[in-house]
């Protein structure tokens, strides 16, 4: 196969996806799935046999199916602790935190901490930071300071969060072991969190409030669901089994157990009327316009589109693997390469072009990881410093990507363009920076480029 006849399927895949998704605004997965279709149709021309493409396209499934497997159960889980209480507690507690001087470092901490346990910047940004959005109007404070603020820290959990799917589509892409990524993760997140931190609070304190306006959603909250720390349970029963590496599945089934428990036993919710909800959805009617917006939850049936670009993403994927067709076109490219850090900043490069190109953050995740870990196991580097790379560049940087379906979301929902809030995204815009910056660090104290074990106290055990 010529490096023209492989460069077809890519720049097939791509085209699509743009025109689909940020030309026609329609759903990614319709142009994945084409794609996938119109590539089998070109390998089997090009000498590819049928059982050969489609064991291809099984095992491309196969890797990226624990991946689909968390999406779902945290769309079901999500919904079940809307019932429960569970969510509107936690923005309960978070908004009774705030105080008017310190708004745009609570807001990212607030909403990172709701990305955390939810694992979805979408769900963060859909909860606590339309909330905290109205808040901060309310305040009569200047609009994107305060999205900008929301949006790191919804990709806070995104990146991070040991329910979040990305972070598991990372690991399993990456052939890393998601407990230990976790840590790994943290040498490099930390630093960028602390100072997005102290960069909302420089940035906050020459705005001043001009409206004393509490949110009312505070007493909707207590009225509807009389918050408790117990209804705090799931979400803690849920980081303790994580960290503790307890198998996913059990992590996902205690979450849901305790929060079905707590909606029966302490709301009085009919156990099949809790089961129903999370597969079909969850449309309070609190009487509350606002908090039944807030609440509303798609439930599994929501996820039914995620779930088909991923399996079809994963069955390309596969497809391109076995013909070779990202080592006929990257493989010039990385012959070229030098050291740790020119390969770090082609994966970074590389991630943020199929961001860009494919509107798609799985993909920003799936073709670097697939297309540069083999170099990276050439190189004897782990597969934890390629999950983190990439975790650290394209992954987080498609919510300020215009036109990417996550970045049109969080415009949506929080009222501000992209253009507008993305200067003021600290967290996503400073993370590769420090990414690449801690990575040297590491680099140098190992005193070499073999890719032995970086000696830092954390790492000792693992």
């Avoid at 309310?138 to 790191?152: C, K, M, N, Q, R």
């Avoid at 196991?377 to 394209?394: N, P």
């Amino acid at each position: 196969m010529t490096g023209r006849q492989a460069a077809f399927p890519v720049v097939l895949t791509a085209a699509s996806l743009f025109c689909t998704v940020a030309i026609f605004r329609s759903p990614a997965y319709q142009a994945m799935l084409f794609s996938t279709g119109a590539t089998w149709v070109f390998l089997y021309r090009h000498g590819r046999k049928p059982h050969q493409l489609y064991k291809a396209s099984l095992a491309g499934m196969k890797a990226i199916w624990p991946v689909v497997f968390v999406t779902l159960m945290l769309a079901f889980m999500t919904t079940v602790w809307m019932n429960s209480g569970t969510i509107p507690s936690l923005m309960y507690y978070g908004l009774k935190s705030i105080n008017p001087r310190f708004i745009l470092p609570l807001c990212f901490v607030l909403t990172s901490a709701t990305s955390m346990v939810l694992g979805s910047a979408t769900g963060a940004i859909s909860t606590m930071g339309v909330v905290l959005m109205g808040v901060a109007r309310g305040l009569g404070l200047p609009a994107a300071p305060v999205a900008g603020a929301i949006v790191s820290g919804g990709i806070v959990g995104d990146r991070s969060s040991l329910t979040s799917g990305q972070f598991h589509l990372v690991a399993a892409m990456t052939s890393s072991d998601p407990a230990l990524n976790f840590y790994r993760f943290m040498f490099t997140g930390l630093p960028c969190f602390v100072l997005s931190v102290l960069g909302y609070c420089w940035t906050g304190r020459s705005m001043h409030v001009t409206q004393a306006t509490s949110s009312p959603i505070l007493p909707a909250i207590q009225e509807v669901f009389h918050p408790s720390l117990l209804l705090l349970l799931p979400p803690v029963l849920l980081i303790g089994l994580s960290l503790l590496k307890i198998p996913l599945k059990w992590v996902f089934a205690s979450g849901i157990v305790s929060g079905a428990v707590l909606a029966v036993w302490i709301r009085g919710v009919r156990l099949s009327s809790v089961i129903l909800d999370g597969f079909i959805g969850y449309d309070p009617d609190t009487g509350f316009t606002l908090l039944d917006q807030l609440l509303k939850s798609g439930g599994l049936r929501s996820t039914i589109e995620l779930a088909t670009l991923l399996l079809s993403a994963g069955a390309l994927n596969g497809m391109l693997e076995e013909a070779g067709v990202v080592d006929q076109l990257l493989g010039n490219g990385l012959r070229s390469i030098r050291g740790e850090i020119q390969l770090r900043l082609a994966t970074m490069g590389l991630s943020t072009l199929v961001a860009v190109v494919s509107c798609s953050q799985s993909l920003a995740v799936i073709v670097p990881a697939r297309a540069l870990l083999p170099e990276y196991q050439k190189r004897r580097l782990s597969g934890w410093d390629l999950a983190r790379v990439i975790d650290d560049s394209g992954a987080i940087l498609t919510i300020v990507i215009p036109w990417t379906g996550i970045s049109v979301m969080a415009s949506l929902m929080l009222g501000v363009s992209t253009w507008e809030y993305t200067r003021y995204a600290f967290y996503v815009l400073l993370q590769p920076v420090v990414s690449l910056l801690i990575s040297q660090l590491e680099s140098a104290r190992r005193g070499s480029s073999d890719g032995a074990r970086i000696r830092f106290p954390l790492y000792r055990g693992l």
